[in-house]
């Protein structure tokens, strides 16, 4: 699947896609909402959740790395440089 496609699906293909298709990468907690990235094929999903309806929200997508900059604190990489 490509970006262009998946920004072409309802929400409920979207979520589909993601559930089943993507890699989850790395989460960030909010007071209101939940956000999960996850990776789908050749680009990146934001899933943004509703902590108190457990439903999705909204849906960000890019090819662009930049959307993976609030995530580069997190994502351990210490097991990479041990050996």
Not at 2 to 15: A, H, Q, T, V, Y
Not at 49 to 60: A, D, P, S
């Amino acid at each position: 699947m490509k970006l262009s496609d998946f920004i072409m699906l309802n929400e409920e293909e979207k979520k589909l896609a993601v559930l089943h298709g993507g890699v989850l990468i790395s989460k960030r907690t909010f007071p209101n909402y939940i956000v999960f990235l996850f990776q789908l094929n050749n680009f990146y999903v934001e899933t943004f959740g509703n902590t108190k309806t457990k439903g999705i929200i909204e849906y960000r997508a890019s090819a662009d790395t930049k959307l993976l900059d609030p995530y580069l604190e997190s994502i351990p990489i210490d097991d990479v440089f041990s050996n």
